[in-house]
């Protein structure tokens, strides 16, 4: 039971990263119809110029806003001179884009930073505390109350003030928000401002865990994608939920089924993106595409 | 009078398609103003264009200026509120969220309150349903929130594309009894868009009759209403 409890408590925390994660792959999902391929890497790059500014002596806890800041421009910026340009364009075309993003940023990270794994500085320390009768690090205690708080934010922000109602507006019904004076395209370049933030937050929590490196997010954008496809790829609420059941769910799998071990896990999670396609493509929070002809 | 919005000989189309050959119409403040006329003779065009849904040529001029290559979301903040064909309800979103949108840009927070008692008691059905989902309202219910949200907006000019479409005759007459009341409040004009002509003709004060992307008759609407050929051959009762 103890140790059912720690498994869960420690899958709650990687489900925190991915849903991270999967929070911005929704936000984009939903202003532009697809997911951002290139999300893993902006969060990869991101947790990189985390890494510069606290290698260069800042504190912690201002290098991890300050960097949100940072993530936030950078992800309107590359919404306004590369996507904007092919808005319009078939889905393949944005497809093909996101993923040549993908790899022009992937490939900048080696060419400025190298290869070499970095060891990532985590502001909590791995001593453990007794709680519910098992034994947490303040480790994984700080990265779901740090993914908590960022989830709550983003939830308040969309949904209790007027530019989230904008933005919401913008995303899902872009002709008839222009009409009530929306600036529909701000609005979309804002949502991928909003998406890297949240990424970076999944890349700077992961990072101490896994070490930095640019193919760092690789593995956790695939765990990002089980959590959206179960969450319903359309809902914010979903993602988080999804996020926490597949960090959970992959923790437990590890930890007690002796053919998934460690190296099974990624499986899991493809075996839930496969399992949810197949049998319940909406998702948990989806609702079911009607198309009216 | 100086007209509140004009076309001169417009020109639009989709692609290659044209469908707007030279319409030209007037209507100066707090006017009502019909747009009748057969399936594709370019109504809802007409309006689109208006507000820059649709790529056009000629000259669009309100209040004094020109719409030429102004963004829809500038041109609909200088006052004219579209409700478009579909009536363009955000149906991901709650009616208050619907209505929320429609005067989120006032700053004149008093009187913001005042227009939300008057749309609820125009339309009392929309204060019970507030924090349910758009979704979930009945058509007729759907054309209150859009003219309740047009309302909030507080438009010079009020854009109405088939207000009556799909819905039943009763409902009908009371939507357009409050329209009517609105455009004596508040001296909002409106340009309304309708298939059916003998209830437009009624509340309007003057009509143009489109065809195949032209002005084929305009006059007051009790001349159109008078003359028995117009009637028959264009309006169809």
């Not at chain 1, 909003?194 to 865990?209: E, K, Q, T």
């Not at chain 2, 000259?59 to 903040?77: K, N, P, Q, W, Y």
């Amino acid at each position: 039971m103890q140790e059912l409890t720690q498994q869960i408590l420690s899958g709650l925390a990687t489900g925190g990263i991915f849903a991270s994660l999967a929070l911005a792959l929704v936000l984009i999902y939903n202003a532009m119809g697809l997911v951002n391929f290139a999300q893993g890497e902006m969060a990869m790059f991101s947790t990189f110029i985390a890494f510069t500014l606290i290698d260069r002596g800042m504190s912690y806890w201002i290098a991890f806003p300050l960097t949100l800041v940072i993530a936030f421009v950078a992800g309107v910026v590359v919404q306004r001179v590369v996507i904007r340009p092919v808005e319009r364009a078939p889905v393949l075309t944005l497809v093909i884009v996101t993923l040549g993003l993908a790899t022009l940023v992937n490939g900048l990270a080696g060419f400025i930073y190298g290869y070499v794994p970095r060891s990532f500085p985590s502001p909590f320390s791995v001593q453990t505390v007794k709680i519910l009768g098992a034994y947490a690090s303040y480790q994984d205690l700080g990265v779901i109350a740090v993914s908590g708080v960022v989830l709550l934010a983003i939830y308040v922000l969309l949904q209790r003030t007027t530019i989230g109602l904008t933005m919401r507006a913008a995303a899902h019904h872009p002709e008839a928000s222009r009409l009530l004076g929306v600036r529909v395209s701000w609005m979309l370049a804002l949502g991928w401002g909003l998406a890297a933030a949240v990424g970076a937050v999944s890349g700077i929590m992961v990072a101490p865990i896994l070490s930095l490196e640019p193919n760092m997010m690789q593995t956790i954008i695939i765990y990002a994608f089980a959590a959206a496809v179960l969450g319903g790829i359309e809902s914010p609420v979903g993602a988080v939920v999804g996020g926490l059941v597949v960090g959970v769910t992959v923790n437990l799998a590890g930890a007690y089924l002796p053919f998934v071990g460690g190296d099974l896990q990624l499986a899991v999670a493809l075996a839930i993106i496969v399992g949810v396609l197949i049998l319940k493509p909406n998702g948990l929070f989806g609702r079911a595409a009607v198309r009216r002809v | 009078m100086a007209a509140l919005l004009e076309l001169e000989d417009v020109h639009a189309g989709y692609g290659q398609t044209s469908v707007l050959h030279g319409v030209s119409l007037s209507i100066s403040d707090g006017q009502v103003v019909s747009l009748l006329g057969a399936n594709g003779a370019g109504k809802t065009t007409t309006l689109r264009a208006i507000t820059g849904g649709v790529h056009w040529t000629g000259d669009i001029r309100f209040a004094g200026r020109s719409l030429r290559r102004m963004h829809t979301e500038d041109l609909v903040r200088r006052g004219i509120a579209h409700v478009p064909e579909g009536r363009g309800i955000l149906t991901e979103l709650t009616v208050d969220e619907n209505l929320k949108l429609g005067c989120y840009l006032r700053r004149d927070r008093a009187a913001v309150r005042a227009d939300y008692q008057r749309v609820f008691e125009y339309f009392p059905v929309l204060r019970d349903r507030r924090r349910l989902s758009a979704s979930t309202l009945s058509g007729g219910e759907q054309q209150m929130l859009a003219i309740a949200r047009a309302l909030l907006m507080r438009p010079k000019l009020m854009l109405l594309d088939e207000p009556s479409l799909g819905l039943a005759p009763l409902v009908v007459r009371a939507i357009f009894e409050i329209i009517r009341t609105i455009n004596q409040t508040d001296r909002v004009a409106v340009l309304l868009v309708e298939q059916n002509a003998r209830i437009a003709l009624e509340m309007s004060s003057h009509a143009y009759v489109l065809e195949v992307g032209h002005v084929a008759i305009n006059g007051t609407s009790s001349e159109l209403q008078g003359n028995e050929s117009v009637r028959r051959s264009y309006l169809g009762y």
